[in-house]
C-alpha cells in the first residue's frame, strides 16, 4: 500500500482544490474548541482520514458514525466497544433523523468543559464552547449541520480573524456555537480497493469509476460477509459467486437489455449501487473491527427484520 497514492493521476476524483481546502480547514481548526468527526457507521475505519488526526493531536474531538440506519446493528454495537477499548466514545446515529439535538449538543459541551478540566484550566469558560464539522464528501455534514440549526437559527457575528464566509451559528441557548462550514476532507487512500469502498458507499462520485467495477466490488464484499445470502433482497434464481454473472443475472432478471438482448450490466450495476446505498438491500456493515476474534454469526439486518 502507497502512502502516495492519492496523488496519482490515475486517481480522477482527486480534486485539485484540495489543497485549498485543507489551509481553509487548518485555519477554522484552530478556532474551535471541539471537533466533530462525521464517519460512516458502514465503515467507520475506511471513511477516517488520517491527516486530520494528525491535526488534532491534544485536541478534544467526538465521533459520529453517521448513516447507521444503513448499517448493521450488531456491528455497530462491535464497533462501539471497539471504539470505547481505543479511548473513544462514538455515537452511532441517522443524522437525517436526528431527533434530540441539543443533548448531542450539550454532550459536546460537557466534552470541552471536562477537557478543560483535565488540562488543570481554573477560571471558568467566560466564551461559549466553538464546535465545527468535519467529514469526506457525502458522509451527512450539511444534513447533520441543518438538523441542528433547525431549532437554532439566530446566526452570530462572525469573529475577529476568521474566514468571511465562516459564519457561526448558535447552540444550545447559546452555550455553544456552531461554525456554519462544514469541513470537507478528502480522503487518504490506501489502495484500489478502498477507493471502490468509497465509491460504493458515495463518498467518491460514480462518474471517476466504472460502475460496474464498483458493483462488483461490492458484490464481492457483500458476499464475504458473514451473514446468509446478503444478496438475497435482489430475488435472483440462484446467485452466482462470479460477480459479473450476478450483475448479468439481475440485468436479465430486470429486462435491463441492450440492442441484441444482452443483459445490460451497466444499468444493473448503477440500479444495484442505488439501492445499496438506500438500504434497499438491506442495512450492512462493510467492514469489521480490526483484530476482532468474535465468532461468526448471522446477523444479518433487513428491512422487514429490523
Ligand atoms: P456532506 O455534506 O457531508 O457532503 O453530505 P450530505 O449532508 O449532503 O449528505 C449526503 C447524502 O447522505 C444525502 O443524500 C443525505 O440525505 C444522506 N444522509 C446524510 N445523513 C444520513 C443518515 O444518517 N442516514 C441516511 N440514510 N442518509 C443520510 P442524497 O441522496 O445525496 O440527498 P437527499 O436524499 O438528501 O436529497
Not at 188 to 211: C, F, M, V, W, Y
Request: aromatic share 4%; hydrophobic share 40%.
Amino acid at each position: 500500500m502507497s502512502s502516495t497514492y492519492e496523488n496519482t493521476a490515475r486517481n480522477l476524483w482527486y480534486p485539485g482544490h484540495m489543497l485549498k481546502a485543507e489551509i481553509a480547514m487548518k485555519e477554522s481548526l484552530a478556532l474551535v474548541d471541539l471537533v466533530v468527526i462525521l464517519l460512516d457507521a458502514r465503515a467507520p475505519l475506511s471513511t477516517r482520514n488520517p491527516r486530520l488526526e494528525r491535526r488534532l493531536i491534544n485536541r478534544p474531538h467526538a465521533i459520529i458514525a453517521n448513516k447507521a440506519d444503513l448499517a448493521n446493528a450488531t456491528q455497530s454495537r462491535k464497533w462501539e466497544e471497539w471504539f470505547l477499548a481505543h479511548g473513544e466514545a462514538a455515537d452511532f446515529l441517522d443524522a437525517s433523523k436526528l431527533r434530540h439535538p441539543d443533548t448531542l449538543v450539550n454532550h459536546w459541551r460537557d466534552i470541552v468543559l471536562s477537557e478543560r478540566q483535565k488540562r488543570g484550566a481554573t477560571r471558568p469558560l467566560l466564551r461559549p464552547v466553538r464546535v465545527m464539522i468535519v467529514g469526506i464528501p457525502n458522509i451527512g455534514k450539511s444534513t447533520l449541520v441543518n438538523r441542528l440549526k433547525l431549532k437554532n437559527v439566530a446566526k452570530v457575528a462572525n469573529h475577529p480573524g476568521v474566514t468571511r464566509s465562516n459564519q457561526w451559528v448558535n447552540l444550545a441557548g447559546g452555550q455553544v456555537e456552531l461554525l456554519d462550514t462544514p469541513g470537507v476532507l478528502w480522503p487518504q487512500l490506501r489502495d484500489k480497493e478502498h477507493e471502490l469502498l468509497l465509491t460504493a458507499l458515495g463518498n467518491i462520485p460514480d462518474d471517476s469509476t466504472d460502475p460496474v467495477l464498483t458493483a462488483c466490488f461490492l458484490i464481492q464484499r457483500l458476499q464475504q460477509l458473514p451473514i446468509r445470502n446478503p444478496l438475497r433482497s435482489l430475488d435472483l434464481p440462484e446467485i452466482s459467486d462470479n460477480a459479473q454473472e450476478v450483475l448479468e443475472a439481475l440485468a436479465l432478471r430486470r429486462n435491463m437489455l441492450l440492442p441484441g438482448g444482452r443483459p445490460n450490466v451497466n444499468k444493473a450495476a448503477q440500479m444495484l449501487l442505488k439501492d445499496f446505498r438506500s438500504g434497499q438491500m438491506g442495512y450492512f456493515t462493510l467492514e469489521t473491527p480490526p483484530a476482532e476474534d468474535a465468532p461468526e454469526e448471522d446477523d444479518t439486518d433487513t428491512p422487514e427484520n429490523a
